[in-house]
């Protein structure tokens, strides 16, 4: 896929400029970078969620996969019973659900633009959303909420203020206004705080955020990482230790590291 918001870098440190725009907040005098990242090894990969993917009606299906994942899980999974604190581990773990992955970390988002060799011929993206500007089109109790709390993304205990169930999310929503979230999942192992991560979701179940984005252009931006780059910040993120043994600890992470930098370039 193409929008009109692509920029394809030519080389390290165009991307890196790249990477941290608009990072400077004249507010608090600091650093802080307004954009959620996701990296992808195809740009033309699109943002559809692991529901779409089960294809059929799942928009159908998507009550009975949490209901059965909460059910069957062992005990102790999830400290409290918030709705949106399951979405959030379901998707963690593999199940199906609207959620999409984001980081707050470009070079967290550069390495899954990296991590999969047999993409090496295909170029990345990484996309760049503006999560504080996509607030602004939220409906007025959500956006109260994160008003209260000062907040600029929601925990599932924000949202559970309004919405107690994906029900009450979907009555929010007006015939035309589709919205989208980000919230900031619980920290409920080492994966999540290591990859400095948080999720997305929109308003319904049917909706692909890359189309809602081309009718707000305003809200992001994309990076092409062309592949004959992908190789130098391969390298580059091994050597500032954004591997696969500190994002995904333990031994598959390890093994997954060991795998991939030993293995010949070409």
Not at 138 to 163: A, D, H, Y
Not at 173 to 183: G, H, M, P, T, W
Not at 240 to 265: C, H, K, M, Q
């Amino acid at each position: 896929m193409k929008t009109k918001n692509d920029i394809t870098v030519k080389n390290w440190l165009e991307l890196q400029k790249l990477l941290f725009e608009n990072s400077w907040d004249e507010n608090i005098l600091r650093h802080r970078s307004p954009y959620a990242f996701r990296g992808l090894s195809d740009k033309d990969y699109e943002l559809r969620t692991s529901l779409m993917r089960l294809g059929g009606k799942y928009e159908d299906m998507e009550r009975h996969l949490l209901r059965n994942f909460r059910k069957y899980s062992p005990k102790g999974t999830l400290d409290g019973d918030l709705i949106w604190d399951w979405l959030a581990v379901a998707q963690h773990h593999g199940l199906p659900t609207r959620l999409l992955d984001w980081t707050y970390s470009p070079y967290i988002a550069l390495h899954f633009v990296t991590d999969d060799l047999g993409k090496y011929e295909k170029d990345g993206v990484i996309w760049c959303m503006d999560y504080m500007k996509s607030n602004e089109l939220l409906p007025g109790p959500l956006r109260n909420i994160l008003k209260q709390e000062s907040s600029l993304v929601f925990t599932g205990e924000m949202l559970e203020g309004v919405c107690k169930s994906i029900s009450d999310l979907e009555k929010l929503k007006s015939s035309a206004d589709e919205f989208v979230v980000f919230l900031e999942p619980p920290s409920f192992d080492e994966r999540i705080i290591n990859q400095y991560a948080l999720f997305s979701f929109m308003s319904s179940a049917r909706s692909v955020l890359n189309e809602w984005l081309e009718d707000h252009p305003g809200l992001f931006f994309r990076i092409i990482i062309p592949a004959k780059l992908k190789w130098e910040i391969r390298d580059k993120l091994d050597e500032v230790n954004i591997t696969e043994r500190v994002l995904f600890p333990g031994l598959d992470g390890l093994s997954a590291w060991l795998r991939r930098y030993y293995r010949p370039p070409r």
